[in-house]
């Protein structure tokens, strides 16, 4: 039953009276649920539903069957009196931006256009330093790093530029190997900031001729101070065979001991354990075989930030020239590397597949001004896509405008956003286009967009905060690159639903008026001979376009041309046909392709055997899907941010088939600070912790540059005057005396006043397997078991031993990312729960749409490890990402079902497909299309 009533707000109290009879004057519409209880708590016979407007009165809007009791029908008319306001102020911002379309476009277009330059000017940067990307904020290995860099007086990270010589696999051993290896340091030494970087000042000539300010570690060590010249001279009458007793050798020629892992790789025999006071036999430790050479430069400590780099920077164009070369002569190859390469080649990906960005927004006008296209020039609407994909590359820009303008850095993973941003925000304009269609051609144009922001305002503005808040609670992950991303994605998604409704709204308002006037699409300054559309009202007018007298008098003198494309609902083939059609005046409109697709989608979906087995289907994939997921695993790889090509791959490929390990990321310093080094037992506790430290199963050598070690065999060979003196005096004397000092003055910090205050010791991880991630895990839940358990350490918040390697925030991340994942999934699904409380008018829409978002997610995953994706920082941001898409569709048709006034489900599921269905299909697809650009990406980033 229904019965008509008007209410009239009382403005003082802001309640509804009644008023039978009144007119009710359509300004802000939002439908409200009016209550008839019964002594049962639920309403028996009616359920009637009831409209607000902004002239505070009320209308009867529809009627649907009894559901639910007398709660959950305050619980509606409480939602439906929330949105009352909210639909107001949107409705008054569409308005103001239909009626004034020349100024919000000019002003839109200057604030984006302002915005990004002034952050490009200012704060912009681009972060591609994994050592900042990944590391967890606030963990245990960010402390430990901050400290050895900014206090610990080892500065931060000693800058490297490394080399590796192969054959592909044949022999290297011999005079060309060793004569290549020359050539390449001569090229590092031969850049004009060497002398900056690694010459010794005069007062280091005299006090120690043989330091080498820029340590080397390569075969050219067994000559003296890797003079090249020296080697010629050598190998003039030398064969093969002398060069290999040469490089034989256990020690370097400033007395060094040789780790043959580390200048050539897997050889035969390796000679592991070699150290100070152990003697071989020649014949036995004589080098057999060996497969390439590796040269590593160690900058000095203390050089300048810039002029390291620079160097680095011209030994890198210099090594790669030569590559070349080698490349094209013969078999020998060339590998290089240096600390800055990764983040060159993080940034080279993200510059080089910038030009994707423009191809997708290129992609995405051309598909909406080929959808909106039509064969009459005057009623297509190709100008009016294209304005649709241009909101949303002004809403990136002032989103990314503003966050450049506040500093948050610009990644790799970044740059992915605008692709998923193109289908998030023409979703909204197609569904906007969609509920303007909707409307009466023949009404004002300002009243169109009135009716159509009344029917999917509320809608866009759930999906839009939904997938805002989803972002937004996804960047209190401890991991910088994710929340960086975060940062970025969350601000834009609600800028482009700000430019939605004005900046595009002001295009369509635009757009109408050319139509009215018989203007051709896109060539706007051509009329059309032929009759054009209706006069624009007066009323309808705005008074920053001009229309001249002769437009006004052609448009008087016409009909409605969409009236030419108009059948009555009567002539329609089906029942489902018919439901597309908007009713107006006995009449309807034409199918058009979309439509008549989803007219047969709905006769299928809807037929009682196909119901019950889309349930079936989807609770076997549910189920399927969660078994695959529950066998996803963690994998890390830098090469994936690389792009394809890079020579960074090579070189990690080449370390990985010829020495066993990737080199520089598996070397580990064990420090002891706040130490007193003159009390025996603490000397003692720190052999203990390195013996700790040794008997892990991923370490199996013991150091073989241990201070301490090389320390005690130095008193035992001393004199007696020297043992008679005190531990800073013998330590100074130590350090004074080579080969300890070139070894071991890098690795000790002592005071003003001789103390030494902080040591460290150099080991190597040799038994963590790069590819499983699990074990990098426990590697660095065992070493840290390692440090809490030294009785120094007991009740210490800064441990007093730890070791560190530059590969513990990357394990570390391993370690979080999981639960960071869990985490973040959580906070977002609970925050699509509570907005869809709060703005679907019943309590089963949220129900629905928690779930269904759980599904699809839990399907995802399920189908990731099918496709062989591991959980890792890439896909971590994508299933952030997912979410917010995944809510975006799921929201609207939920809404919208709740919203359609028809009698049965059945049909409400025909209106609510018919129409928001039908944009949200076409928005589909738009996403898709955004997205294939990603394909052509130069890393694994966007595959």
């Given at each position: 039953?229904s019965?008509?009533?008007?209410f009239?707000?009382?403005e003082?109290?802001n309640t509804?009276?009644?008023?039978d009879?009144?007119?009710?004057?359509?300004?802000?519409a939002?439908?409200?649920?009016?209550?008839?209880?019964?002594?049962?708590?639920?309403?028996?016979?009616?359920?009637?539903?009831?409209t607000?407007?902004?002239?505070?009165?009320?209308?009867?809007?529809?009627s649907t069957?009894q559901s639910?009791?007398k709660c959950l029908?305050?619980w509606?008319?409480?939602?439906?009196?929330r949105k009352v306001?909210?639909?107001?102020?949107?409705k008054?911002?569409?308005?103001?931006?239909?009626t004034?379309?020349?100024?919000?476009?000019v002003?839109?277009?200057?604030?984006?256009?302002?915005?990004?330059?002034?952050?490009?000017?200012?704060n912009f940067r681009?972060?591609?330093?994994?050592?900042?990307?990944w590391a967890?904020i606030?963990s245990?290995?960010?402390?430990h790093?901050?400290?050895l860099w900014d206090e610990?007086g080892?500065?931060?990270?000693?800058?490297?530029?490394e080399?590796q010589?192969n054959?592909?696999g044949?022999?290297?051993?011999?005079?060309?190997?060793?004569?290549?290896?020359?050539?390449?340091?001569d090229i590092?030494?031969?850049?004009p900031?060497?002398?900056?970087?690694?010459?010794?000042?005069?007062?280091?000539?005299?006090?120690?001729?043989?330091?080498e300010?820029?340590?080397?570690?390569?075969?050219?060590g067994?000559?003296?101070?890797?003079?090249?010249s020296?080697?010629?001279a050598f190998?003039?009458n030398?064969?093969?065979?002398?060069?290999?007793d040469?490089i034989?050798?256990?020690?370097?020629?400033n007395g060094?001991?040789?780790n043959?892992?580390?200048i050539?790789?897997?050889?035969?025999?390796?000679?592991?354990?070699?150290?100070?006071?152990?003697v071989?036999?020649?014949?036995e430790v004589?080098?057999?075989?060996?497969?390439a050479?590796?040269?590593?430069?160690?900058l000095?400590t203390?050089t300048?930030?810039?002029?390291?780099?620079?160097?680095?920077?011209?030994?890198l164009d210099?090594?790669l020239?030569l590559r070349?070369?080698?490349e094209k002569?013969?078999?020998?190859?060339?590998?290089?590397l240096?600390?800055?390469?990764f983040d060159d080649?993080l940034?080279?990906?993200i510059?080089k597949?910038?030009p994707?960005?423009?191809a997708s927004?290129?992609?995405m006008?051309?598909?909406?001004?080929?959808?909106?296209?039509?064969?009459?020039?005057?009623?297509?609407?190709?100008?009016?896509?294209?304005g649709?994909?241009?909101?949303?590359?002004?809403?990136l820009?002032?989103?990314?405008?503003i966050?450049?303008?506040?500093g948050?850095?610009?990644?790799?993973?970044?740059?992915?956003?605008?692709?998923i941003?193109v289908?998030i925000g023409?979703d909204?304009?197609?569904?906007?286009i969609?509920a303007?269609?909707?409307t009466?051609?023949?009404?004002?144009?300002?009243?169109r967009?009135?009716?159509?922001m009344?029917?999917?305002?509320?809608?866009?503005?759930?999906?839009?905060?939904t997938?805002?808040?989803?972002f937004?609670?996804?960047s209190?992950?401890?991991?910088?690159?994710?929340?960086w991303?975060?940062?970025?994605a969350?601000?834009?998604?609600?800028?482009?639903?700000?430019?939605q409704?004005?900046?595009f709204?002001?295009?369509?308002?635009?757009?109408?008026?050319?139509?009215?006037?018989?203007?051709?699409?896109?060539?706007?300054?051509?009329?059309s001979?032929?009759?054009s559309?209706s006069a624009?009202?007066t009323?309808?007018?705005?008074?920053n376009?001009?229309?001249?007298a002769?437009d006004?008098?052609d448009?008087d003198?016409?009909?409605?041309?969409?009236?030419?494309?108009?059948?009555p609902?009567?002539?329609m083939?089906n029942?489902a046909?018919?439901?597309?059609?908007?009713?107006?005046?006995?009449?309807?409109?034409?199918?058009?392709?979309?439509?008549?697709?989803?007219?047969?989608?709905?006769s299928f979906?809807l037929?009682?055997a196909?119901?019950?087995?889309?349930?079936i289907?989807?609770?076997?994939?549910?189920i399927?899907?969660?078994i695959s997921a529950s066998k996803?695993?963690?994998t890390?790889?830098?090469?994936?941010?690389?792009?394809?090509?890079s020579?960074?791959?090579?070189?990690?490929d080449?370390?990985e088939?010829?020495?066993?390990d990737?080199?520089g990321?598996?070397d580990?310093f064990v420090?002891?600070?706040d130490?007193?080094?003159?009390?025996e037992?603490n000397r003692?506790?720190?052999d203990?912790?390195?013996?700790?430290?040794?008997?892990l199963?991923?370490i199996t050598?013991?150091?073989?540059?241990?201070w301490?070690?090389?320390f005690?065999?130095?008193?035992?060979?001393?004199?007696?005057?020297v043992?008679?003196k005190?531990?800073?005096?013998?330590?100074s004397?130590?350090?004074?005396?080579e080969?300890?000092?070139?070894?071991?003055?890098?690795?000790i910090?002592?005071?003003?006043a001789?103390?030494?205050?902080?040591s460290?010791?150099?080991?190597f991880?040799d038994?963590?397997?790069?590819?499983?991630?699990?074990?990098q895990?426990?590697?660095?839940l065992?070493?840290r078991?390692?440090?809490?358990?030294?009785p120094?350490n007991?009740?210490?918040?800064?441990?007093?031993?730890?070791?560190?390697?530059n590969?513990?925030p990357?394990?570390?991340?391993?370690?979080?990312v999981?639960n960071e994942?869990i985490?973040?999934t959580v906070l977002?699904?609970?925050s699509?729960a509570?907005?869809t409380?709060?703005?679907?008018?019943?309590p089963v829409?949220c129900?629905?749409v928690?779930?269904?978002?759980?599904m699809?997610?839990?399907?995802?995953l399920?189908?990731m490890?099918?496709?062989?994706?591991?959980?890792?920082?890439?896909?971590?941001?994508c299933?952030v990402?997912?979410?917010g898409?995944?809510?975006d569709?799921?929201a609207?048709?939920?809404?919208?079902y709740?919203?359609?006034?028809?009698?049965t489900r059945?049909?409400?599921?025909e209106?609510?497909?018919?129409?928001?269905?039908?944009?949200?299909?076409?928005?589909g697809?738009?996403t898709?299309?955004g997205?294939?650009?990603?394909?052509?990406?130069?890393s694994?980033?966007?595959w």
């Open positions: 039953k019965k008509k009533r008007i009239e707000m009382d003082t109290s509804p009276t009644a008023n009879g009144a007119e009710a004057k359509a300004d802000v939002v439908t409200v649920e009016i209550m008839d209880p019964t002594p049962g708590g639920c309403n028996e016979n009616r359920n009637e539903l009831e607000f407007d902004s002239t505070n009165n009320i209308t009867d809007q529809h069957e639910g009791c029908k305050r509606t008319h409480f939602i439906e009196n306001p909210l639909l107001r102020v949107l008054r911002v569409a308005l103001f931006s239909a004034r379309p020349i100024t919000v476009i002003c839109v277009l200057l604030i984006s256009l302002i915005l990004v330059g002034v952050g490009f000017m200012t681009v972060e591609s330093d994994s050592d900042f990307l967890p606030g245990q290995p960010v402390k790093r901050e400290w610990s080892f500065g931060r990270n000693v800058r490297w530029v080399a010589i054959r592909g044949s022999e290297v051993l011999g005079l060309e190997g060793v004569r290549r290896v020359f050539e390449v340091l590092m030494k031969s850049q900031e060497y002398v900056s970087v690694c010459a010794l000042t005069e007062e280091e000539k005299k006090e120690t001729p043989n330091f300010p820029c340590p080397t570690r390569a075969v050219t067994f000559w003296e101070k890797h003079d090249s020296l080697f010629e190998s003039a030398a064969t093969d065979d002398d060069v290999i040469v034989s050798g256990l020690t370097f020629a060094a001991l040789v043959r892992l580390k050539l790789g897997i050889v035969q025999p390796p000679v592991n354990d070699n150290a100070y006071g152990n071989y036999d020649p014949d004589r080098l057999q075989s060996a497969q050479y590796k040269i590593s430069m160690s000095r203390g300048e930030e810039e002029t390291a780099m620079k160097f680095e920077e011209n030994a210099g090594l020239k070349d070369e080698w002569s013969g078999d020998w190859v060339l590998e290089v240096a600390s800055r390469s080649e940034s080279r990906a510059v597949d910038i994707l960005m423009v927004f290129v992609i006008g051309m598909f909406c001004s080929i959808y909106f296209a039509k064969r009459d020039r005057v009623l297509s609407r190709s100008a009016m896509g294209t649709a994909v241009v909101s949303v590359l002004l809403a820009m002032t989103g990314y405008g966050l450049f303008c506040i948050v850095p610009f990644t790799s993973l970044t740059q992915v956003f605008p692709f941003l289908g023409l909204d304009g197609f569904i906007i969609g303007f269609d909707r009466d051609p023949k009404a004002k144009v300002e009243e967009i009135e009716q159509a009344d029917e999917i305002g509320i809608s866009i503005f759930v999906t839009t905060l997938t805002f808040l989803a937004m609670l996804g209190v992950t401890k991991i910088p690159a994710v929340r991303f975060c940062f970025y969350g601000p834009c998604v609600f800028i482009d639903f700000i430019y409704i004005t900046f709204v002001a295009v369509l308002k635009l757009d109408q008026i050319r139509i009215r006037s018989g203007r051709y699409d896109i060539i706007c300054c051509c009329k001979s032929r009759p559309t624009v009202e009323s309808d007018k705005d008074p376009i001009e229309v001249d002769k006004e008098e448009n003198a016409t009909e409605v041309r969409q009236d030419d494309v108009r059948e609902i009567d002539s083939d029942e046909d018919a439901a597309i059609y908007v009713p107006g005046e006995g009449k309807g409109r034409k199918l058009d392709f979309t439509s008549r697709l989803m007219a047969k989608y709905i979906i037929r009682p196909t119901k019950a087995c889309v349930l289907f989807f609770a076997v994939l549910l399927l899907g969660a996803m695993k963690e890390f790889d830098f090469r994936t941010m690389t792009a394809s090509g020579y960074l791959n090579a070189y990690l080449a370390t088939v010829y020495f066993g990737t080199p990321l598996f580990v420090y002891a600070r130490v007193d080094f003159t009390a037992e003692t506790a720190m203990n912790f390195v013996n700790d430290m040794v008997g199963d991923y050598h013991y150091p073989s540059d241990y301490l070690k090389d005690k065999y130095f008193i035992d060979q001393a004199s007696a005057d043992k008679s005190s531990f800073n005096d013998q330590i004397i130590f350090l004074e005396t080969p300890y000092k070139a070894i071991h003055t890098d690795h910090i002592r005071d003003s001789g103390n030494l205050i902080v460290r010791v150099k080991m991880y038994k963590v397997d790069q590819a499983d991630v699990k074990n895990v426990t590697a660095l065992d070493q078991r390692v440090s809490k358990s030294q120094l007991d009740g210490m918040e800064d441990w007093a031993f730890f070791s560190f390697a590969m513990y990357i394990w570390e991340f391993y370690s979080v999981v994942l985490l973040t977002a699904i609970s699509v509570v907005i409380l709060f703005f679907i008018p019943h829409g129900v629905i928690t779930l269904t978002v759980s699809v997610f839990v399907d995802l399920g189908f490890q099918i496709a062989g994706l591991d959980i890792n920082s890439l896909t971590s941001i299933l990402m997912s979410i898409l995944i809510v569709f799921v609207h048709i939920v809404h919208i709740f919203e359609v006034d028809e009698d059945d049909k409400k599921v209106q609510t497909l018919m129409t928001m269905g039908k944009s949200i299909l076409v928005g697809f738009s898709f299309l997205t294939l650009p990603l394909c052509l990406g130069t694994e980033v966007f």
